[in-house]
Structure formats: structure tokens, C-alpha cells
């Protein structure tokens, strides 16, 4: 039975690797979770998990639930400090890092150097911090599992790759979003509630936002160049609307290599937490006679610019991916809160790399601290500027 740590419960991926478990109860025991505000959500799941510990992240949430916390079993914490012991504990084996935003970054950090393999949904940890965290991954023997539809394909094809000499590609499959045909002028009109209608995926507000912008993508083919230690050269992606292939490699005799199952996320969750195994049936078998046919196109990169975008800073390597991350944490932010257009957060995001490449922003190897403090003054930059 693996012991698992959940930073980010109540979230779409923290609740459904909750199912996952509940599902596999044999298998999977809850040892600590963690929530940003959402303590009702996080008593029921205490109810029904029984972790040794949980986190309330925000100061005020904490303070009010801690009153009167009916859960002498279950160690109430708050804050950086609080997800920092959780995912120390020693009986914890994997930590599912589902949290949003850069909050993620340091208790990954903190699980990979105590030894904990990362169930990995934080995009920001690998943007962000890419080289230093695979680093420090080698030097302590940890596994960094991708819990993501298109990173977990990629992991399950290369199960049969014997030498990574064989591998000539990564094919990353895009939906295309709700604007997939669009033209440039079309995005400038597009509204809050049309951006949040996905066609395939059920999410949260920021990345359903980034779906549709098509920065997840972009967001993606940064991470799968440090979870796959793969050239930006080699990474692509290509559109399928239908959503049923979930990424693909290609090896150097032309073979191409899929990974094909019903849109859903429960199932690169268990990949995650079952590795090396192959745990139970969690969701519906694939029926491809109902899809009738699959089709591929390209991604049109004039109108989604975030994908030229991603390219360049991975080329450019250094801090640049936090740069870019930041900044469209910032746009995505404003454009939720109905300050800016759809189109808005590609010009924030371009003018927050010309400005920080003005600024004398360095590449090559970084520091983890220099990660957060770019990313603060590109948060205060906008600030200022709005």
C-alpha cells in the first residue's frame, strides 16, 4: 500500500485522485492534504480519508477552522510552513502536486530532497524551475511521475523504448480549445464565458483559460522538455479535436507510437500513482467504433502565438519560461476580472520578455530564489502598469 500526500485536494486533479483512491482502497491510503481556502470541502474528505495531517494555506481560513476542529487524529497546519512538514513526513512515499500557481514550487523542492517520488499536475514547477528540479531529482533518486493527459501518454509509449537513441520525437496532441478555426481578428471579440467552454476537458478557471489560448500547450511542450530530457527541436504539437489520442512518439525508423483512452484524467492519476505497476480499470473502456474517425491538423501559430512563443524561450532557456509563466498568471488574472481582451494576455506576455530581456535577465543555470524573484517583478511590473 503507497502512502499519498495531495497538495491542492479540493482542486479538479486533487479530487479526483481522491476517487482514484477511493477506488483502489487496497492499494492507495491518504497520509496528508492540502487546500488553499477550502476547509468545508477538506473536512468531508477527512471523513472519509482519515490523513495523519492537513493544510489550510490561507491564514484566515486556518484560524476559523482551527477554532473548533473536530479531528483529534488529523494535525491541523497552515501555510508554506504546514505543506512543508506534510510532504516530509517519513511515512509518505508520493506527493501529488496539484496546487496552482508558483505556491507549488517549494514543497516540491522540499519532497524531492526528503526523498518523495512527485506525482507531478504543477506546471509551474517545471516552466519555471525545470533544470534545477530534474537536477535535484537525479541527485536524490526520485521519480518524477506526470500527472497530465499528455505527458502521461508520452510516459506510457516510452515504456517499450529501450535506448532514448531511439527516439527521434514528441508529438503533443491539442484539442484546438473552443477557438480551434479562429482568425486573429474573431479572438479580439471573444468573451470571458466563451474562453471557459472547453470542448473535451472539464477544469479549473486559469487552465481552461490556457486551453483556450493555447499557453497550456505552449506550458506543455516546456515541461516535456525537462520530464523527457528531450531537444526543443524535437518537441511538436498537433491538433485533435476529438481528444482520444493523447500524445504520441516517434522513433528514428519512422515508427509512430500512441496513446489512446477516453478523455479522462483519473487515468493518468493512477499511471502516476500505480508506476511501476499498472493498477485497475478507473474509467470507462474506449470505444473507438462510437468516435467514428480521428482527424489531425496543424496548429495555426499566427493566431495562437503562444506556441511560437514557448519555442523561443525554451531555445532561449534560463529564466525565460518563468517569465513567460509568470506573465500570463498576471494576464489570465485580469482578463477573469474582466481588465483586459482575450488577445491582451499574448501582447503581456510578449512585452514581459522584452522587457525582462532589457532588464539584462540572464540565461544558463539559475538559483531557486532567482526564480521567485523574477517572478515577483513581473507581478509587480504589471501592477504598476495594469
Request: hydrophobic share 45%; charged share 25%.
Amino acid at each position: 500500500m503507497k502512502n499519498i500526500v495531495i497538495l491542492g485536494s479540493s482542486g479538479s486533479i486533487g479530487t479526483q485522485t481522491l476517487s482514484v483512491i477511493g477506488a483502489c482502497p487496497e492499494e492507495y491510503r491518504v497520509t496528508a492534504l492540502a487546500v488553499n481556502t477550502s476547509a468545508a470541502v477538506l473536512r468531508d474528505q477527512i471523513e472519509k480519508f482519515r490523513p495523519k495531517a492537513a493544510v489550510i494555506y490561507d491564514p484566515e481560513c486556518y484560524e476559523k477552522a482551527s477554532r473548533d476542529w473536530p479531528y483529534p487524529d488529523t494535525k491541523l497546519l497552515c501555510g508554506m510552513d504546514g505543506l512543508l512538514e506534510i510532504v516530509r513526513m517519513p511515512e509518505a512515499q508520493i506527493v501529488v502536486t496539484a496546487m496552482v500557481g508558483m505556491i507549488g514550487l517549494r514543497p516540491t523542492v522540499a519532497a524531492i530532497e526528503a526523498g518523495k517520488d512527485i506525482a507531478l499536475a504543477n506546471k509551474e514547477t517545471l516552466v519555471c524551475a525545470g533544470q534545477l528540479i530534474m537536477r535535484l531529482a537525479r541527485e536524490h533518486q526520485v521519480r518524477i511521475l506526470p500527472v497530465d493527459s499528455e505527458h502521461g501518454a508520452i510516459f506510457q509509449c516510452l515504456y517499450g523504448v529501450k535506448d532514448r537513441k531511439e527516439l527521434a520525437g514528441l508529438i503533443l496532441t491539442a484539442s484546438g480549445g473552443p477557438f480551434r478555426g479562429y482568425t486573429k481578428e474573431q479572438l479580439q471579440s471573444v468573451t470571458k464565458a466563451q474562453a471557459l467552454r472547453h470542448p473535451s476537458w472539464k477544469m479549473g478557471a486559469k487552465i481552461t483559460i490556457d486551453s483556450a489560448t493555447m499557453v497550456n500547450k505552449g506550458l506543455e511542450m516546456i515541461e516535456a522538455r525537462w520530464l523527457f530530457d528531450c531537444g526543443p527541436d524535437k518537441i511538436r504539437v498537433v491538433v485533435h479535436p476529438q481528444s482520444v489520442i493523447h500524445s504520441m512518439i516517434e522513433l528514428v525508423d519512422g515508427s509512430v507510437i500512441a496513446q489512446l483512452a477516453v478523455p479522462d484524467m483519473r487515468l493518468p492519476i493512477e499511471v502516476a500513482l500505480a508506476y511501476p505497476e499498472r493498477g485497475p480499470r478507473v474509467i470507462q473502456p474506449l470505444d473507438l467504433a462510437s468516435y467514428g474517425s480521428l482527424t489531425f491538423e496543424e496548429p495555426d501559430e499566427d493566431v495562437f502565438v503562444s506556441l511560437r512563443l514557448a519555442r523561443e524561450v525554451m531555445q532561449a532557456g534560463g529564466l525565460y519560461p518563468a517569465v513567460l509563466n509568470a506573465a500570463n498568471e498576471c494576464a489570465v488574472a485580469d482578463f477573469l476580472a474582466d481588465r483586459i481582451g482575450f488577445t491582451e494576455i499574448y501582447e503581456r506576455i510578449e512585452k514581459s520578455l522584452d522587457w525582462a530581456s532589457a532588464q539584462g535577465m540572464r540565461d544558463g543555470s539559475y538559483e531557486l530564489a532567482e526564480v521567485f524573484e523574477w517572478e515577483k517583478r513581473i507581478r509587480d511590473l504589471w501592477s504598476r502598469n495594469g
